[in-house]
């Protein structure tokens, strides 16, 4: 018996191997299509999901979705990555402070800020990667972006290094915030740990070991049809399910929440509609007519 390899994957990547070697390593075991909604740097660890076979067509509903992480801070050393790997800028010392005086700097940096990446980041500037351009020592300026950081809670501080828990959205550099709070403090800051432990509605207590993927992925791979359940489901008859395979819009029976809605037909996920008016079109087709 064949079996369904459309699904949702959530790995506990270790530190080292990069997302892109993840998904590599994923594709050849399961020998399809394989993407990630969000990459993770070599040095940070935790949760990276993985859409698997057609699941990867609905990578853009996954890759808004916020984060939450664990982070440690080391004060007085200023690296140009902005973590352990890169090289050291400047040393100074770091200032006496209380946990309360550290607190209030750390909500300085709740709600929505403004954050620059950091120039070793995949952020384009004018068609280039900034990296690519920090490597062969072009002078640019990372474009300023708003985020949202909806919670920074202080773990642990040892009067040089922090430990937070973080959630943020989408698109948040938590090197650039480890940078940031090291010169609000004034002595400078870079990143030495990362922990994703959420993506998402994902979690760790969710994700396999990517280790452990080769022998038990059956056991862990999210069906197509549990995905997106926040999404309204309409389920369709076969002549109805036709047209949608057809890409043609249909008239619902009663109203819908949208914008969009997981159309299933006999317990299978056809496709993701779209609300338009008083119609749903068909905006994936996930079980196209052979």
């Not at 022998?215 to 926040?230: A, K, V, Y």
């Not at 890409?247 to 914008?259: E, S």
Request: glycine residues 8%; aromatic residues 4%; proline residues 6%.
């Amino acid at each position: 018996m064949s079996i369904a390899m459309d699904g949702l994957l959530i790995i506990d990547k270790p530190i080292g191997p990069t997302s892109h070697d993840v998904v590599y390593k994923t594709k050849r075991l399961l020998k399809t299509k394989v993407g990630h909604t969000g990459t993770l740097d070599p040095l940070a660890s935790g949760v990276l999901p993985l859409l698997v076979g057609r699941a990867t067509r609905l990578a853009r509903f996954f890759q808004g979705e916020s984060k939450e992480y664990v982070a440690e801070i080391e004060l007085g050393t200023i690296t140009d990555t902005c973590d352990r790997e890169g090289r050291i800028v400047s040393q100074g010392p770091v200032p006496e402070l209380s946990v309360i005086e550290l607190a209030g700097i750390l909500s300085s940096f709740q709600g929505e800020i403004r954050q620059r990446p950091p120039i070793y980041s995949a952020i384009k500037v004018q068609g280039k990667k900034l990296y690519e351009l920090a490597r062969r020592q072009v002078e640019v300026t990372a474009p300023e972006r708003t985020v949202q950081v909806h919670a920074l809670e202080l773990l642990e501080w040892d009067g040089r290094k922090i430990r937070l828990r973080v959630e943020c959205s989408a698109g948040t550099y938590i090197r650039s915030l480890a940078r940031d709070i090291g010169q609000k403090i004034g002595c400078g800051g870079y990143l030495t740990a990362l922990d994703r432990t959420r993506s998402g509605a994902f979690r760790r207590s969710d994700a396999v070991p990517l280790s452990e993927l080769p022998d038990t992925w059956q056991d862990h791979l999210i069906p197509m049809e549990r995905l997106l359940p926040e999404l309204a489901r309409l389920d369709l008859d076969e002549s109805t399910a036709v047209r949608v395979r057809h890409g043609n819009p249909i008239t619902p029976a009663a109203a819908i929440a949208g914008p969009y809605c997981r159309l299933f037909e006999a317990g299978q996920l056809v496709a993701i509609g779209r609300l338009a008016g008083n119609v749903v079109q068909p905006d994936i087709v996930l079980e196209p007519l052979a």
